[in-house]
């Protein structure tokens, strides 16, 4: 029997987005040999979970766990489900907001394509959002680079499956590096082989799923995808895709934290240029956005986050007397008119 475990952070203030997600995964069309092991997490969710998961049915050789927390954010949610998972038991595990929904064969294709070889060990498929006509990978500028044959290597089709591609450890540890390609419900990998792997919780606002991607793909064999959409990403609450608005506290927390994940990426990796001088550039991109957002928010009135500034201070004491030299080449850009954000 494979057990897969289905790892669902939970926070909402709308009923029934977790019941139409349970409803997906259980809907999956796998074999009688595949078991999955539904773990919600609890993170202080205005709605009850137990409400949600009365009115949901299921095979029996399936099973729910709920586990129940103070508000921690998803990437401590995940965590906390995932310490709860044993690697004698669980073979994979496979993510799923609260709020987005799996296609009835999302499950049978992600571990059939990772049961090929014992190499495959990270899985991921295209998605399309409640508000886009377009896909993920349609919007991905890499992914139209590699269709256009403009950057070479590519990833490589696996051999008897429509649609599969296989990328080698080190393609995509830099593709990831440069784009986030894989949205954290489309990610199925080997958990037999990561145990240990966690979300980064000091990234609470950008970028903890994205640094353990970056890191299981390092350390994987072969990453491989899957182009079709398998995974419709909904409309609940997103603590990422809400803090886009100039206006808000959240957004100027959004790019402090975009600042840690870089600067963490450039010290916990060994990355080869052009990579890094790609994410260089991002760092400092960012730091001026971010020391513009603060100043914005100090003349409107707003003190800053002290949380954020104090993991920047931890990190990188410097970057935070380095601030006011990214504000004046932010009025500088803006004066102008060369800003690109």
């Known amino acids: 029997m494979t057990v897969v475990a289905v790892v669902i952070p939970f926070y909402q203030r709308e009923k029934g987005i977790l019941k139409r997600a349970l409803q997906s995964a259980f809907a999956q069309d796998i074999s009688d040999d595949i078991r999955l092991k539904v773990v919600i997490v609890d993170d202080g969710s205005p709605v009850s979970p137990p409400d949600e998961i009365a009115g949901v049915t299921f095979d029996p050789r399936h099973r729910i766990e709920l586990i129940t927390q103070k508000n921690g954010g998803p990437g401590a949610a995940r965590n ?13 595990v496979a993510f ?10 999302h499950l049978r294709k992600a571990i059939a394509t990772l049961s090929i070889s014992p190499e495959y060990d ?3 498929c ?11 990978f349609e919007e991905s500028e890499i992914f139209q680079k590699w269709t256009k044959g403009e950057v070479s290597p590519v990833p490589n089709p696996v051999s008897g499956l429509q649609n599969i591609y296989e990328m080698p450890s080190r393609l995509a540890f830099s593709a990831f ?3 986030y390609l894989s949205q954290t419900s489309t990610v199925v990998y080997r958990f037999s082989k990561f145990p240990e792997a966690r979300f980064d919780a000091d990234l609470r606002s950008a970028g903890e799923d994205h640094m353990l991607w970056i890191t299981l793909v390092r350390k994987a064999g072969v990453a491989v995808f899957s182009t079709e959409c398998n995974v419709l990403c909904g409309q609940g609450v997103n603590i990422y895709f809400s803090a886009f608005d100039w206006d808000l506290p959240q957004t100027v927390d959004r790019y402090g934290y975009l600042v840690v994940f870089l600067t963490k990426l450039m ?6 240029q052009p990579d890094r001088k790609m994410i260089e550039a991002r760092l400092a991109k960012f ?3 971010y020391a513009y957002l603060l100043a914005r ?11 954020v500034l104090s993991k920047l201070f931890r990190l990188d004491p410097t970057r935070i007397l380095r601030l006011p030299l990214s504000l004046a080449q932010m009025l500088k850009d803006k004066r102008s008119g060369n800003w690109d954000w």
């Open 80 to 92: 906390r489900a995932l310490a709860s998972l044993d690697p004698a038991e669980v073979s994979f």
């Open 96 to 105: 799923l907001d609260s709020d987005d929904e799996w296609k009835t064969d």
């Open 122 to 124: 990270f899985y991921f």
């Open 126 to 136: 295209n998605h399309t959002r409640f508000n886009s006509t377009r896909s993920w």
């Open 177 to 179: 590096l440069t784009e």
């Open 267 to 272: 010290r916990n990796f060994d990355i080869e």
């Open 287 to 289: 730091s001026k956005v």
């Open 297 to 307: 928010g100090l003349a409107k009135g707003r003190a800053p986050n002290r949380m």
